[in-house]
């Protein structure tokens, strides 16, 4: 008994379904097969269904250009309200609370290290930001052309 029921229930429900789908959608989006000048027309038809709609759908909406623009502008300043005060706590939580993970100092390991040519400045093994390799061979050449 209750799955007869179900199934009552069940199939009312997709005859519903379809039936609110067909009625809701109001024009096709292909022409049906045919000849050339048929499918031609269809398109037309189509056409001038869809305008036909749109203005309806503007002639619903009493809408005045500045109520457009007053409307624009209300969801602008409610977007700055809500985004500026995310913005600054999101800045203030990185600065505060979240470690910042730097290159230890030391000696970079063997595979970070990796040269295949050497650099095309006085200095051939540093790297042109390495500033403490700049200095030790700076002094190196001092110590070698004394």
């Given at each position: 008994m209750?799955?007869?029921?179900?199934?009552?229930?069940?199939s009312?429900?997709?005859?519903?379904r379809?039936?609110?789908?067909?009625?809701?959608?109001?024009?096709?989006?292909?022409?049906?097969a045919g000849?050339?000048?048929?499918?031609?027309?269809?398109?037309?038809?189509?056409?001038?269904?869809?305008?036909?709609?749109q203005k309806?759908i503007?002639?619903a909406?009493?809408?005045?250009?500045a109520?457009e623009v007053a409307?624009?502008?209300?969801?602008?300043?409610?977007?700055f309200?809500?985004?500026?005060?995310?913005?600054?706590l999101?800045v203030?939580k990185?600065?505060l609370f979240?470690e910042?993970?730097h290159?230890p100092?030391?000696?970079?390991?063997?595979?970070?290290?990796?040269?295949t040519?050497?650099?095309p400045?006085?200095c051939?093994?540093?790297?042109?930001?390495?500033?403490?390799c700049w200095?030790?061979?700076?002094?190196?050449m001092?110590q070698?052309?004394?």
């Open positions: 209750f799955a007869a029921r179900a199934l009552q229930r069940s009312g429900l997709v005859a519903r379809t039936t609110q789908t067909a009625q809701r959608r109001s024009a096709q989006t292909v022409p049906l000849p050339k000048d048929e499918m031609i027309a269809q398109s037309i038809a189509h056409l001038r269904a869809r305008v036909a709609r309806e503007m002639d909406t009493q809408h005045s250009h109520e409307e624009m502008w209300k969801w602008i300043k409610i977007s309200v809500v985004a500026t005060p995310v913005c600054v999101s203030a990185d600065v979240v910042h993970v290159r100092h030391g000696p970079l390991p063997d595979y970070m290290a990796i040269q040519r050497e650099f400045w006085e051939e093994t540093c790297a042109l930001f390495d500033l403490e200095k030790k061979c700076r002094a190196e001092a070698e052309e004394a």
